[in-house]
């Protein structure tokens, strides 16, 4: 066995901190191909690396999932693999990161603590497991290592998760957080189609966004190139999340949001 | 068959667009190996795209080459394959990304609309076509896939094609534009060698710069090691295309110019 | 032969210039794989190059090491591929960039000038030597071309070395300087844990920082989550280098220091 290892952090690529976990790896697997799904994620932002995970994890190839956005590195928050209901292996910190990922497959079926140091480097330093523990475990887990011989079992309903933002549904209108923007300075909300349904905003809507008390039109829309340049849009994302563009420019940049601003959406009723 | 997919994108690397196409492509194709050109095209850049795209592929090994810069994307635009006159295969929108790469081969000889649903992912979304259109059609190609298959023809003629600013020679003076600025602030000219010589600008000879009504000195060079810190230079860069750069530092900076700025160039006559 | 190649560079990834190396190496080499170990070095950084390579190259598969940081380009420095003791191969420029990971393992036996055209590609830019030398040296060394094939031998003592900045240790107190700040605004030292014994600093001592004359108190720590949040932490990071950190934020903002800059570490007497 070797197949996939697919690798997700908020280590960025300016340091060496992801090569150097690509050479670890490779030393202890070197038949193992290693898919990069982002290094991007905001550095300590578990919230966004778990939805990142989870909205990815469905296009790419059935392995090992590891991923690291450890704040909590060194301090009591426990090592972990797990396996999840279609039988992919998931690996990293037990701090709700994994967690929305394994969900899309059914869920946890089998988690264990990463305590045995025959699947680890041999000295492992207390910032960066990253390279000392987790890519040991995933690299040892690709080469057909049980997860019962990484530690001891732990229940999976002991895991730490994370709380999603819920949106407030009222009648014509929604409150919602942002998730995350993107490099397009798409904003993605926490909301689905069925959000705008409940709230009676249907398709082609002409809704105001409120983004800290400035007020801005939007019509739903469903793609870009529907819209005209500088028209903002509501629309359904390629993740299937309700998300907000502005045609050939940056949403986020327009309605000055970052990830976790509040922003009101209400039917135009004038 | 299996070789190399090159991939070049607008997409960055913050998100997890690029690892996801990756994952895509290896679900159809675990095979191909994936060699990453850049992903760092300015947002919505297609002249940009397609000069970097022209640059860089006569240096990798021939394949198929994947580049999405894309924002009409869900739009009218087509989407395609091609083949050129040696055989690589090109694949992208109809925005005219591909078709300076494809004339470093002898120009497209086949072109084909992706219109067969057995060669995109299951449901395609409006706004992510790299990822539910372009990387499975690159990856079946990679699997030996015809080019027929992926849908009807288009006449090569037909295809959109991008307008290249032309620079204006006189006697002793260029007007150019910048293309593009590298990492370094080098400052990439829609100018080669022969434009110099029409205007009577010899190797050696002091120039001056006119950007946004300021003027710089200059001076014909070979390579960045012949001039003393903080010294312009004209010079033939490694694409033969020409150049301005200053020894240890960015000439992007220094001159306030971005891609689509004019640049003056005149013989320094005192 | 195939095995890996390690790849180090100052290009980032915003242009095409890694991507081109990696295609250049691939057509020499198909069969050999290539570990991006980081192309964020800062643009003509040697030092903190050198320093990347040597902490990471102890974590990955033995092979032949790419590295170029280059501001000499063109000029007079020497391109060099040369072998250390433990019979890793190092292929670069001539400025002192590949030595500190060589010493890591016993040091240079073997250097050679690269001056053999037939393992350089047909032409050679002045400007871009990594496509045009370096690449091509290190996938000909891949397949097992012979070091001495690459051009006449060089004396190893006659290597260009880099200083590193030495720290000034005094009674409970030590000058230091800023080798790196990760992307986590993490400082790197020229210190090691020994330097703080010489200066009789002991673990658990409450220290004074002094950066640009403003004073700040840090502890010494074991790991970040030994900290409050906002806490400073002066500790031995993952490659052994003390270190200064703050807790969920940003030591390199706090303390508004960068590569180069002095940091004055005195043992709080109150």
Redesign the interface.
């Known amino acids: 066995m070797s197949g996939?290892i697919?690798f997700?952090t908020d280590?960025?690529?300016?340091?060496?901190?992801?090569?150097?976990c690509?050479?670890?790896i490779?030393?202890i697997a070197?038949g193992v191909?290693i898919?990069?799904?982002?290094?991007?994620v905001r550095?300590?932002g578990i919230l966004q690396g778990a939805l990142?995970l989870a909205?990815?994890l469905p296009?790419?190839?059935a392995g090992v999932h590891l991923a690291v956005v450890d704040?909590?590195?060194?301090?009591?928050r426990r090592p972990l693999a797990l396996r999840d209901a279609e039988g992919r292996l998931h690996v990293g910190p037990d701090n709700g990161l994994l967690l929305p990922a394994a969900d899309r497959f059914g869920g946890v079926v089998e988690a264990h603590e990463l305590a045995n140091p025959a699947y680890a480097l041999e000295s492992v330093?207390?910032?960066?497991h990253g390279?000392?523990l987790f890519a040991p475990a995933a690299a040892h887990l690709s080469l057909g290592v049980p997860l019962a011989e990484l530690g001891p079992p732990i229940d999976p309903e002991a895991l730490v998760r994370l709380e999603l933002p819920v949106p407030d549904i009222g009648h014509a209108r929604i409150q919602s957080t942002v998730l995350g923007v993107?490099?397009?300075g798409n904003i993605a909300l926490n909301l689905t189609r069925e959000h705008l349904d409940e709230a009676g905003i249907v398709p082609g809507t002409r809704v105001e966004l409120v983004s800290r008390g400035d007020h801005y039109f939007a019509v739903a829309a469903?793609?870009?190139?529907?819209a005209k340049p500088g028209d903002l849009i509501l629309?359904e994302?390629?993740y299937r999340n309700l998300a907000v563009a502005v045609a050939?420019g940056s949403a986020a940049a327009l309605l000055t949001v970052e990830e976790g601003s509040d922003l009101l959406i209400q039917v135009d009723t004038p």
């Open positions: 996939f697919t997700l280590f960025g690529l300016q340091d060496d901190f992801v090569g150097t690509h050479g670890v490779k030393r070197p191909e898919i990069d799904l982002t290094h991007g550095p300590g990142t909205n990815a296009y790419v190839p704040p909590g590195v060194g301090g009591g330093s207390r910032t960066f390279r000392d993107d490099r397009f469903r793609t870009f190139s529907d629309y994302d390629s050939q």
